[in-house]
DNA sequence: CTGAAAGCGCTTACAG
DNA sequence: CTGAAAGCGCTTACAG
């Protein structure tokens, strides 16, 4: 490996001329010729600033670490591309962890902060998570953003338009002649759930629709919560006409409980779901999604982070360009009141 | 942040003393109290040691780099969380990164090994890439290895038994007393497309069965290529009875184009694809897949990554435990020779 | 059994 | 316009 020292033997200099020229140091004056022969020896040696000198130096390790609970999930998938590309923009490299190194038994969150191995966190809870509470755990001043979670006190957020997303996809409903209409939601205690139960309640309301609790599930968002939450469904008829649901892996879990059920979808049954990932487009018949900018999402949750690490207080930001699109495919019929 | 130099004065000791009891030193001999005294000091301050410091000194970083195409793709998605666990138990994090970071007009990847940021590299190739030569132009002596690929001379591989899936898939098929079996196979460029065909032929060769060229096509493991696949099957009648596909994503278009068509699967297409990722469990009908280890090979690469790394020479590694494995569901039926 | 010292590669006041 | 020197936090021969 090449270092400074042999750059600037080689172009006659000494390292500190290197290194502020590398540097671009707006401070620095050097004649032409001299900066010249720095860059030419530069180029000959092929020398790259070595990484541990820099960040043990300057106290930064140009790393941030993105916790989710499960990569093996399209949404988390999505949004990890975000992450990585705005950060890549503010040169900064992206590590990949589960949300329980959070957990004070596992503690490899708090090690990689106190290392100095990461300057900050992009955060994603498990549903089942109590609470953003375990991030209080962390050593103090630690820069940590949790996405897909709106206003938490302590800590910067970033989030999209849940409540708007949930809004739309009952509206659709709605203008289809549907007043029977259940809600396939998450958890009670998560952020985006209750922010998506909002929307539903708030467009039943302003249609003057009264809402029926027996066709509300908060079960979560994975396949399996789906199935469950049609099962519970099923076992209290009147059968609603149409669903929201407030995920796309717990739709796929609906369509297939329905399926097995034989109940026919859309024929007796409307669904729209919240989150267009690409499996929205390969069940059958294709689920009629509203969609979010998860990619948004995950950018702007780096860029965020970059503005705390530099210093910013926390900030909530809501992520709504683009705003939620409803995406109309297969899984719609219109309704009794059409 | 605290020192090791502010553990040494509170314990009343050299640094020299406190770094060897912490790296638990073999060779050192301290009196007992000295040691407890140490580690009481390290306890009450909190102390971890910097990262910078360390890799500085040690001339390694404790990282290594894994490139995928996208993880927006159930099956990388399972590689990485292999990759994932198998490296923090050898103490090494791992970095998220693109393939096209080999490109040379991107660079990215060279320069993270040359400025010591990472000490390896995994990678999955981009599947339209014209070869493993992109890897020659890293810097000489990067570890790295190749995932999903077989036996390239230059650099350590790790792969499943791909050659087996094919067999099995179409030995399924064959019992079910299918005779026209086609496949949809990845480019024929890829190691892997290359393995499962192979299978799929020497299936066929076993029963005795002929193959039909217009029945194969390898357009690749994208749900469009599964799409474009059905439709080239379908301008070339007869169609065959059953199709062996060599990527669930690729099934899941080669489903989704068959409906279109109005072709009922299985009733008048089997299907059966390599790759069991939670898609294949929700599409309609679900799919009969072939399971091979995709968590075990992202696992293994990283443990082969070490291997290489601590300068055992390349090595090409078949992940075969579990063995492929045959998941029926609902995307086949018996064969007109049953 | 323990400590003083060199050095990993870098940046940045400071001096000239 | 350029250089000598200190120091970021660590490990490890070497000396005693």
Redesign the pocket.
């Known amino acids: 490996?090449?270092?400074?020292?042999?750059?600037?033997e080689r172009a006659?200099?000494?390292?500190?001329?290197?290194?502020?020229v590398?540097?671009e140091?707006p401070s620095?004056?050097?004649?032409?010729?001299?900066?010249a022969r720095v860059l030419e020896a530069v180029r000959d040696l092929g020398?790259?600033?070595?990484?541990?000198?820099?960040a043990?130096?300057?106290?930064w390790s140009g790393a941030v670490a993105l916790l989710v609970p499960d990569m093996n999930n399209a949404i988390f998938a999505e949004v990890s591309r975000g992450v990585e590309a705005a950060a890549a923009e503010a040169d900064l490299v992206t590590l990949l962890g589960r949300s329980e190194w959070l957990d004070p038994e596992n503690g490899r969150a708090a090690r990689l902060c106190q290392q100095?191995r990461v300057d900050g966190l992009i955060v994603q809870l498990r549903d089942e998570e109590r609470s953003p509470e375990i991030l209080d755990l962390l050593p103090p001043g630690v820069p940590a953003v949790l996405i897909n979670w709106h206003q938490h006190r302590g800590i910067s957020s970033v989030a999209v338009d849940d409540e708007e997303a949930g809004r739309l996809a009952t509206a659709f409903l709605l203008e289809l002649g549907h007043r029977e209409i259940g809600l396939v939601g998450g958890f009670a205690q998560t952020s985006t759930a209750r922010a998506r139960e909002t929307g539903y309640r708030k467009a039943l309301a302003d249609a003057g629709v009264t809402r029926r609790e027996a066709w509300t599930t908060r079960l979560g968002y994975t396949p399996e919560a789906g199935r469950a939450a049609f099962a519970r469904l099923i076992d209290t008829p009147p059968l609603p006409t149409a669903v929201v649901v407030s995920n796309v892996n717990a739709a796929a879990g609906v369509l297939a409980a329905a399926r097995d059920a034989a109940i026919s979808v859309p024929e007796q049954l409307s669904v729209v779901t919240v989150h267009d990932t690409w499996i929205a487009d390969h069940t059958n018949p294709a689920l009629t999604a509203v969609r979010v900018p998860t990619y948004e999402l995950g950018a702007e949750s780096a860029r965020t982070l970059t503005r705390v690490m530099h210093g910013e207080r926390k900030q909530h930001v809501l992520v709504d360009d683009p705003p939620p699109l409803l995406v109309p495919r297969g899984t719609h019929a219109p309704g009794p009141h059409a």
């Open positions: 490996m090449t270092r400074l020292r042999d750059v600037a006659g200099v000494s390292v500190s001329v290197v290194s502020r590398l540097s140091d620095l004056r050097v004649r032409d010729d001299t900066r020398y790259t600033q070595n990484h541990a000198g820099r043990l130096r300057l106290r100095g």
